[in-house]
């Protein structure tokens, strides 16, 4: 399935296995892979690590015009166009990288129940300037329900999402980036295989020239006792609110600064409330 071999391929490029990614590129469906945001992503990624920025600015390009809400790609294409000198184009990126990203923590922040009204309409905004009008009528319309907004205009709302819908006339996603893949050149992937294996080989020496016997182990020890560090984490959750918030399912975060200046690290963690629920 496409959506294996994409997790596959994200997870070999995270983890810096070349030889492993040569192998899954030389044998990924490219022709049912080549429609989907990620795949071009994940190439992006490898390109860009490559430090090959022509190929890895096409790639994420192609990525951004699938998707044009897909802020990991908008990202690392704002950072390839600032090395490759490509200022102007990378300070357009990164501005819209920004919004982009609002946007999917507006979406995640309204998952979770915390729908303030103009972040479900700087949501439904960014649908509309991408041609994804459907979901952005959809989401005007729930933000009128959430908010006790008119009811005609709901009404109206919902009668143009399903009209729209129906004739299946949906405009065609605009990827907002002043250029285009068209004008840019597409990688050699045959190139790309190549690479990878040669870097793969190279990085199973030692910096001597000889083959690296060494294996390095990790080895956690639990010293939190011992070190007086006694903390139980409050997500802050509340019996009457409605969902949950995104800080209460990824934790409220935590720091290590020598605060005192002897020489030892002091930790510093956050709470996300007061008491857990009763």
């Avoid at 300037?129 to 009404?155: F, H, I, P, T, Y």
Wanted: proline share 4%; charged share 25%.
């Amino acid at each position: 399935p496409t959506a294996v071999q994409l997790g596959l391929g994200e997870a070999i490029i995270e983890q810096e296995l070349y030889a492993e990614f040569a192998t899954w590129l030389a044998n990924a469906p490219r022709a049912d892979l080549e429609f989907l945001p990620a795949y071009w992503r994940i190439l992006g990624s490898w390109f860009q690590h490559s430090k090959d920025y022509a190929e890895a600015i096409y790639c994420y390009t192609k990525s951004v015009e699938l998707d044009p809400l897909d802020y990991l790609a908008i990202g690392p294409l704002a950072q390839c166009l600032t090395v490759a000198g490509q200022t102007e184009n990378g300070i357009v990126a990164e501005s819209l990288f920004a919004r982009m990203q609002l946007a999917n923590r507006n979406i995640n922040y309204s998952r979770d129940g915390f729908r303030r009204p103009e972040w479900m309409l700087q949501v439904a905004d960014s649908l509309r300037d991408v041609g994804r009008d459907v979901e952005a009528l959809a989401w005007r319309e729930v933000c009128e329900k959430d908010n006790d907004g008119d009811a005609s205009q709901v009404a109206k709302l919902r009668s143009q999402r399903l009209e729209l819908a129906a004739r299946a006339s949906q405009t065609a996603l605009r990827s907002t980036l002043p250029w285009s893949s068209r004008d840019l050149k597409p990688p050699d992937i045959a190139e790309a295989i190549a690479k990878a294996k040669a870097l793969s080989d190279g990085d199973k020496f030692a910096g001597n020239g000889k083959r690296s016997q060494v294996q390095a182990t990790l080895r956690w020890e639990d010293v939190a006792e011992a070190m007086h560090a006694r903390f139980q984490y409050q997500n802050g959750d509340d019996a009457k609110a409605f969902g949950m918030q995104t800080y209460q399912s990824n934790g409220a975060g935590a720091g290590a600064i020598d605060f005192d200046r002897d020489g030892w690290p002091d930790l510093f963690v956050l709470q996300g409330g007061g008491h857990p629920r009763r």
